[in-house]
């Protein structure tokens, strides 16, 4: 009964759709389109033509390897600026979907992101990192094995003094910007637009599964889950403080734990 109820989404305010005239349904897509092509729908664009140009190298997919947080410069503090721009850019994203729901009425509050309730956001954040991070290393090994998967390096900066700090810096960015913009926003703007919440939620997930596919197979279907568990939740809940912290946790884990450990444990690679 408890999971059955989970996979029913409930109602909620800013959920609810209202019929909206021709002309401004044409301007909320074209918001929709205008925000997707310069954050994530670029993104997953991007993603399924470097899968694709793995697919047919040396090698194939799982012959490739795949860098995140890369040195940009030879010069640390040169490096560190370009690391924190980065870091803004994240910012800036969450910002704009923030901003663009404010302006339609639906503030920080109505998403659940004003004051945290920090004993069961904390807890629901853990719990819900731990449901998604153990199956999607086991869906990466997988893939790794079977060679849908490339070798992804979550962290390939120089061993500078700010290497830590900065990683744990844009593991929060990463959440921030892709939670309140793929789950918040786009949820949001569908059901704005008339979809159901099952379809708004399938999108939205294939969204997610979509930007993440330069990775390879692997981590595309275990973000496809990851966005249709953290999606329900929002849409139970109308809490995205647990989906932040979560992702943001087991972003520092595979940021700092391999920046750390990947010299030491030959599986990472």
């Known amino acids: 009964m408890v999971i059955r109820d989970w996979l029913r989404p409930r109602s909620q305010a800013v959920d609810v759709p209202e019929e909206l ?3 401004a349904r044409r301007m909320l897509w074209l918001e929709i389109a205008v925000v997707l092509m310069i954050t994530y729908g670029y993104s997953a664009l991007s993603s399924i033509l470097q899968l694709a140009r793995s697919a047919v190298a040396e090698g194939g997919i799982g012959g490739q390897t795949v860098a995140l947080n890369t040195s940009r410069a030879a010069n640390s503090l040169i490096d560190l600026a370009f690391q924190l ?3 803004s850019k994240l910012l ?4 704009l979907a923030l901003y663009l ?7 920080p509050k ?3 992101l004003m004051r945290a309730k920090w004993r069961p956001d904390v807890l629901h954040g ?3 990192a731990a449901l998604i991070g153990i199956p999607g290393l086991a869906f990466y090994l997988a893939g790794r094995v079977l060679g849908w998967t490339s070798e992804v390096q979550p962290s390939a900066l120089d061993d500078h003094w700010w290497r830590i700090p900065t990683l744990i810096l844009a593991a929060i960015a990463n959440s921030a910007a892709e939670e309140t913009l793929v789950v918040a926003y786009l949820l949001t703007r569908l059901r704005r637009l008339g979809f159901s919440p099952n379809a708004a939620l399938a999108y939205s ?3 997610r599964a979509g930007y993440h596919l330069y ?3 692997g981590p595309g279907l275990g973000n496809l889950a990851m966005g249709l568990i953290f999606g329900r939740y929002w849409q139970r809940t109308g809490r995205l403080w647990p989906l932040i912290i979560a992702h943001a946790l087991i972003d520092v884990i595979a940021f700092v734990g391999y920046a750390l450990l990947s010299e030491h444990v030959s599986w990472l690679h």
């Open 110 to 112: 109505a998403i659940g």
């Open 205 to 207: 997930s294939l969204l």
């Open 21 to 23: 005239n021709p002309r």
């Open 215 to 217: 990775q390879g197979v």
């Open 101 to 107: 729901l404010w302006r339609s009425g639906i503030g």
């Open 126 to 128: 853990l719990a819900l």
């Open 85 to 87: 721009i980065g870091i």
């Open 92 to 95: 800036a994203i969450a910002g």
